[in-house]
């Protein structure tokens, strides 16, 4: 394998792409209070659905995702509501035939998760279901209610290095990356497709590391896989940068490059962060292949026309929202024509197909800086596309921390009181 080493016009390319897309979130990624709901489905176009379980049994630190800590009663009363925002959405005459479940922990209650997932294929013409998973929670994937009902099941390894486990509270929780391989290879063969996500670039990683990581995957054999790089968001980022470190772009710039080439010939490169073993099949970053998208559950956000709308992330609005027969829509934003083709182009770009609207100014600037040979697109124009798409996910997580900053415990229980 040859030393890879980023060139001149790159690096000013991977840095001019991550100062765009950072003014571009800080000027279109604001949303406001708003008592718009969701529109009258224009068309019968099938679209994603998706659907936000926010509950987790600890909460790891680096974690930026909508989620509250588990408490039982809350979450049964959760999955109710959620088949309650799905019957509203049909009325509204949204039709999807595909269906992302993310989290917090998705399989937290897997007969509940089994019945949404059967509520929905019933309203539906539903072909394909991915669900995010941990491994603390494989086990219970053998209950036959799940059977035959997951299409697609990612696992959220993030690293099969005890000490770094140990370093981001995971070791505790899901065991040894020992015990954590075994899981993962248990579960590979019961569903179509088995993703495993990672995370690489912890600031004490070193070359060797990474290496023995994807070492582990390559023995493992997952038939899909997932490099996102670490990601601080803006609320937690000085305090994880002085208990972990800092963020090398430089050595996530070699990591990548490290990562496609172990992964080539072998794996097939899906998007900016995803791998397949047979080159096809569902992927983590649905906004690629779907233009819009309909989120339902506490946090979540949907994507329709040229408009940005969030659910309340306070399940009891949440519930109360319902209860009163509306959508627990509370915050949106409307973006003008051509920020929307710029998002547009780059999820195409970052899932590794031409854009279908490439706009001039920007694909000369891509062309410039070497991100394409011929039509084709390059390690190194992918691994900036990764870059772009690193800051978007930021500026999403800025919004989320927005969102959730005056939360307190109570907004993460639902009560019989505020049910009825």
Known sequence: MSEYSETIRMRLARKLASKTMRWAVKRYLHLKPTERSLPFASDETPRLLYI???????????????????????????????HQEMRMVYALGYRFDSIYFGGGTTTILPRELG??????????????????????????????YLEGKIDRLSIGIQSFNDETLKQIGRYKKF?????????????????????????YNYPDQSEEDLHREID??????????????????????????KRWGELSDDKEAKFYRIIDERLNGIYTQRSGWAWSLRGEGIIDEYVIERSEYVGIGS??????GNTLYANTFSLP????????????????????????????????LF????????????????????????????PEGSYLFSVM?????????????????????EDGLIRDSVES
């Open 299 to 304: 946090g979540a956000f949907s994507f329709i």
């Open 389 to 409: 798409m690193r800051e978007f996910y930021n500026g999403m997580d800025y919004v989320r921390e927005t969102m959730r900053s005056r939360l307190s415990k």
């Open 317 to 348: 609005r949440y519930a109360e929202a319902l209860s009163q027969g509306r959508l627990p829509i509370t915050h949106a934003v409307t973006f003008p024509p051509r920020a929307i083709k710029q998002y547009r182009m780059m999820v195409e």
């Open 115 to 144: 019945d949404t997932i059967d509520l929905a294929k019933s309203l539906f013409a539903i072909r394909e279901v991915s669900c995010e998973s941990d491994p603390a929670h494989l086990g219970d994937l053998d209950a036959a």
């Open 351 to 378: 899932g590794l197909t031409p854009a279908k609207e490439p706009l001039i100014i920007e694909n000369a600037l891509l062309t410039l800086f070497g991100a394409y040979k011929g039509k084709k697109i390059i």
């Open 216 to 241: 582990t995957i390559l023995r493992l054999r997952p038939p899909q896989v997932t490099f996102y790089p670490l990601m601080y968001a803006p609320g937690i980022r000085e305090n994880l940068s």
């Open 175 to 199: 065991g040894s990356a020992q015990e954590q391989y075994a899981k993962a290879e248990l579960a590979i063969g019961r569903f179509p497709i088995v993703n495993i996500d990672m995370i």
């Open 52 to 82: 936000h379980i926010p509950f987790c049994l600890t909460l790891c630190p680096y974690c930026s995702f909508h989620k509250f800590r588990f408490d039982e009663p809350s979450a049964r009363a959760y999955f109710e509501l959620l």
